[in-house]
């Protein structure tokens, strides 16, 4: 990709030809202008003649495609980049890997206040068991260690980091011989992070912000509260989006509502809504997800953390406020006690009111038909992560292990939620899972439970405009005159159209289809590379030697 000299300024006028982009304007267009931060025009090469001379610079895409940029409808930004900074246990195949790893990082950082991991799970390693207390103390030799699970709703930890969290053998979720779970949990996360400096802290967040840059990724939506980090993290991460150039960032913060003073001190904050992850329940893979009938492995339902009428007071509140509301949950009677919850205050403001506010469920695993129905009634926008079915689906997997086959197969039902027109927004959750967002559009177009697969075109809307609509923004996130000039630059191979029928051939490349073509996300083919990734003009990533 070449492009000719042009003068720096704060909005150039960009001629991009020589491509193809991606575009419901032109289902042909290869040429693109971009002008004071927004697509100016999409067309074709020979007409792209005609703004050759006016404009400030020309880039030659040779062949490269141009989308709108992903956005990501579901990240923990300071907590995705102290896994890139430290240590992750994600590729740890074995207890004896995870505990090695440990004696490795504790060598290498011998000045850390407290020692933080991520990513360790479990269920993928042959002794089926976390680490003792007593392995980490010797793996740590003795320092304060904080290792969540992979969903990061429980943690192991040494006996260094409870000393520094006095009361901690009382709290709920507090147990002695195994992963800390509820409040105990939340406290030791306070603690650890609480360790982190202001300088470790900012760097953390430039480190996740420019691994979304390079991965074409224009927008964020960062879903903190109380439970997950402090105010400071949260307002901190938005001053340093604004500040820097980088990926939008889009805050919410998870905290109930009561009344129009709670709503404005959540604005306060700079968050968006009292929403992301807000919890129901808890995670599947910790047995902490809030189910109507017991795991097939353990002889409980998991854990509730609020009931339909607290869901219903939220949801009141914030929509009188109007403010965006919005819940983690993920097992099915966390599911039933949000759709209740919205019904009721659907009940008493009126359906149109709650419509209006696009309220949003974070995961929404355990979907049956009436919940589907209902999200489709009330207008709730599905933020949803194809990769956890990659990473945990299929009749071997993790959830088989959790729920039983049948049940399994039943879990992220997205050809079922489009064709109810719920709205999906799509994210990673990352670090639970990482910042991947063709892989994710690959996750939902083959995802492990056949009848459940989309098309790769509606995939990729949900990882690009559906993240703006679920911010209630219906002019961005697609290339066409108007929108915010938000968008990748890759280099692939041959564009495809997917069919979403496995009755008629899978892929196409007949340009007859009128349909704007994708790269081809057959699992063994190659992804797209990201070369460049602009945001409202601006470019925030370019690959080097590119």
Not at 206 to 224: D, F
Not at 511 to 518: D, M, Q, Y
């Amino acid at each position: 990709m070449t492009e000719s000299p042009a003068p720096q300024s704060e909005h150039r006028t960009v001629l991009l030809r020589g491509g193809e982009v991606h575009s419901p304007a032109d289902p042909f267009a290869t040429a693109m202008v971009v002008e004071r931060g927004h697509v100016a025009w999409v067309g074709s090469e020979g007409a792209a003649d005609a703004f050759a001379t006016g404009v400030d610079e020309v880039i030659d895409l040779e062949g490269a495609l141009v989308t709108p940029a992903f956005t990501d409808a579901h990240v923990h930004t300071t907590a995705t980049g102290l896994a890139l900074t430290g240590l992750d246990l994600s590729g740890a195949r074995t207890l004896a890997d995870a505990l090695a790893l440990v004696r490795e990082h504790s060598a290498a950082h011998p000045g850390d206040t407290v020692l933080l991991g991520h990513g360790w799970d479990a269920s993928r390693w042959p002794e089926q068991r976390p680490p003792s207390r007593a392995e980490l103390d010797a793996a740590s030799g003795g320092r304060p260690l904080y290792l969540p699970r992979i969903d990061v709703h429980s943690a192991v930890v040494t006996t260094a980091l409870l000393d520094r969290v006095p009361g901690v053998t009382g709290l709920v979720g507090h147990h002695p011989e195994a992963p800390l779970t509820g409040a105990a949990h939340h406290a030791v996360r306070a603690a650890a992070h609480g360790a982190i400096t202001p300088a470790q802290r900012a760097a953390a967040q430039r480190a996740a912000l420019r691994r979304a840059a390079s991965l074409g990724i224009g927008t964020v939506h960062e879903c903190a509260g109380p439970d997950i980090c402090d105010e400071d993290d949260f307002t901190s991460l938005l001053a340093l989006a604004e500040a820097e150039p980088g990926p939008r960032v889009f805050g919410y913060w998870a905290e109930r509502v009561a009344n129009a003073k709670d709503a404005q001190r959540i604005r306060e904050l700079g968050a968006i809504g009292a929403a992301g992850d807000l919890f129901v329940d808890g995670s599947l893979g910790s047995h902490t997800a809030c189910l109507h009938t017991p795991y097939a492995d353990a002889v409980h339902t998991g854990t509730a953390h609020l009931d339909a009428a607290a869901v219903a007071a939220h949801v009141t509140a914030c929509t009188e406020a109007g403010l965006q509301a919005g819940f983690h949950a993920i097992g099915d009677a966390a599911l039933t006690a949000v759709v209740d919850g919205v019904r009721a205050a659907a009940d008493a403001l009126g359906l149109a009111r709650v419509r209006a506010a696009r309220h949003r469920v974070e995961h929404a695993e355990m979907l049956t038909p009436e919940t589907i129905a209902a999200f489709a009634e009330f207008g709730l926008t599905a933020s949803v992560q194809p990769a956890f079915d990659a990473a945990w689906g299929g009749d071997e997997g993790m959830y088989a292990q959790r729920l039983g086959v049948e049940r399994a197969r039943t879990l992220n039902p997205y050809a079922a939620l489009l064709r109810a027109g719920v709205p999906l927004a799509f994210g990673s959750d990352s670090p639970v899972t990482p910042l991947d967002p063709w892989g994710t559009v690959r996750a939902a177009a083959f995802h492990r439970t056949p009848e459940h697969r989309v098309s790769a075109r509606a995939a990729f809307t949900a990882h690009t405009r559906g993240g703006w609509r679920a911010i209630g923004r219906d002019d961005a996130g697609v290339l066409v005159p108007g929108a915010p000039a938000d968008y990748a630059v890759w280099r692939t191979e041959e564009l495809v159209v997917q069919a979403p029928d496995d009755r008629v051939a899978r892929w196409s490349t007949d340009p007859r289809s009128g349909t704007p073509g994708l790269p081809d996300l057959t699992p063994g083919a190659e992804l797209p590379v990201c070369l460049r990734t602009v945001v409202f003009g601006q470019t925030v990533f370019a690959r080097p030697n590119e």
